[in-house]
């Protein structure tokens, strides 16, 4: 985030100090961040996006996505759960389903069970590649 903090204040031709002081925090703060010694806190971010309103939230903070909000969003490349273990999955507990990435080539799927059996679950796949499990209740 140091990266793009420094981005923004070249972008804008301001010295460290000014951008403090459009901020309004103290320089030092400004010092901190850019070293590396502190991480920005919630509240730099809160008055870095109201100073800044034309900087997205998501490229401030994550990196990602178009820099400004005027920028034509580019579609990121949809993420496994191999690729990032922090993206939050939303499975029933009681769902022995799974989602195999391997299943978007595919257009059908052929579905075999007993005759007397009953659907457990549905499997939703957006075409972002996200998935909700449905189950009754």
């Known amino acids: 985030m140091k990266d793009r903090i420094a981005h923004i204040i070249r972008a804008k031709n301001l010295t460290a100090a000014e ?60 993420a496994t759960v191999q690729d990032d273990p922090k993206i939050p999955m939303e499975i029933d507990n009681d769902s022995e389903a799974l989602f195999e990435p391997s299943a978007k080539e595919h257009d059908e799927m052929p579905v075999s069970s007993p005759s007397n059996s009953l659907p457990k679950g549905i499997i939703l796949v957006f075409d972002d590649d996200t998935y909700k499990i449905l189950s009754p209740r």
């Open 19 to 78: 951008f403090a002081v459009r901020l309004g925090i103290q320089p030092s703060n400004i010092s901190h961040l850019l070293s590396g010694r502190n991480n920005p806190s919630l509240d730099f971010v809160k008055k870095l996006k109201e100073t800044f309103p034309e900087y997205s939230l998501d490229w401030i903070v994550f990196g990602r996505g178009p820099i400004t909000v005027s920028e034509p969003f580019a579609r990121p490349e949809p």
